[in-house]
């Protein structure tokens, strides 16, 4: 299983769409945001991703491109997301998707006060999508992204994470 499998089961293999890639991005943020070359062509919707940032990261550099330590990587940042989210007022939702039972919903207005300006723009960036298509996108998928990643009801450790993109 890899990591595309974990964010959208059964999703077409053509390429990861712009969601899929702002997913990925809310789980690489701290370890992608000080690269500054977008991953998208500008004015396009999901085009090949070109090198650096989230590029590097959908085209398989995921290892290199953050030591090696891919699931500890992916385990820190689901850890660092589920902080802003605490900190910013939807800690609730978020230990919804989890915890094991049903996920709470998040609207997009919700969700842009929990991911702040700064993330929500480094991922437009990245994803070429609007803030409207981002935050639609993002609060329909990032609970079932959270809840997939969780399976047993709790954050895995980064060797637990190692396994489930191997």
Do not use: C
């Not at 960036?125 to 993002?138: H, K, W």
């Amino acid at each position: 299983m890899g990591i595309f499998d974990i964010l959208a089961p059964g999703a077409q293999r053509r390429g990861p769409s712009p969601i899929i890639m702002a997913l990925m991005g809310l789980l690489a943020y701290k370890a992608l945001k000080g690269k500054n070359q977008p991953s998208v062509q500008p004015g396009t919707q999901g085009g090949a991703p070109a090198s650096g940032g989230l590029g590097d990261l959908l085209s398989g550099g995921l290892g290199g491109l953050l030591g090696g330590g891919v699931g500890g990587a992916l385990s820190g940042g689901l850890i660092d997301l589920l902080k802003q989210f605490q900190q910013n007022g939807q800690g609730d939702k978020a230990d919804s998707w989890v915890a094991r039972g049903e996920n709470k919903s998040i609207e997009p207005t919700e969700l842009e006060q929990a991911l702040g300006e700064e993330r929500i723009g480094w991922l437009m960036q990245q994803t070429g999508m609007s803030r409207d298509e981002l935050l639609n996108g993002l609060s329909q998928e990032l609970p079932q992204a959270i809840d997939r990643m969780t399976p047993e009801g709790r954050i895995p450790s980064p060797q637990e994470t190692e396994r489930m993109v191997a």
